[in-house]
């Protein structure tokens, strides 16, 4: 299992210790939350700090974009060349366009679904994503609880791309911790979120390490 903490239950009052600090614990991507306050009810950071964020960190950026206007946003983080970026299906009319876009500046493209979006919805995009983002809690907020829900779909999604011969990873995003790791791991899941269960823990690598099952 790869994981990737995410900052938003950092203190953001030294970002740039608490990026080097999971690095340094061995994370394997660092996630990072844009928020616009019209897709969600609330507002994370933008280009400015995502870019002193991408300084401090020896790890790739998978950025999760909750946003309108989502070819804006890719056009404004490309330039900090992160290694995912992935966007909510359920705001984007033209998602095969948007993907191509994202390939374009040479970026991984991933699609994002909110908890009660089928993975039907996106078969006939598998084999041009790189990854899809499942979504294990409403979208907006760090330290929500995990909504079960979400490995059932997992195992839905991973009988699809095998079926389309696709090498899309799953990664699943909310409330993750050291209780539903070993549920995610079997239901097909190749990279984990996790933003409060590792930010709140009074030892970084010891989280990290627990979830790399
Ligand atoms: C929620 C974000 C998550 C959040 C996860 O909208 O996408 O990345 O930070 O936080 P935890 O792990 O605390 O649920
Ligand atoms: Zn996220």
Redesign the pocket.
Known sequence: MLVAP?I??ANFGCLDLEVKAICEAGCDLV?V?V?DGHF?PNLTIGPVVVKSVKKASTKPLDI?L?VENNPFFVDLFASIKPKYISFHIEEEKHPHRLIQKIKSYDINAAIVLNPHTPPESIEYLLNDLDMVLL?S????????KFIPSVIEKSKRLKEMILKNNSKCLIEV????NDKNIHLLKDAGVDIV?????IYKSSDYKKAIDSLKV
Do not use: E, I, R
């Open positions: 995410s938003l239950s996630h939350d928020m969600v999760h909750m979504m809690v409403n979208p907006g907020f760090g330290g929500q995003d909310g409330g993750v979120v996790a933003g409060s269960y």
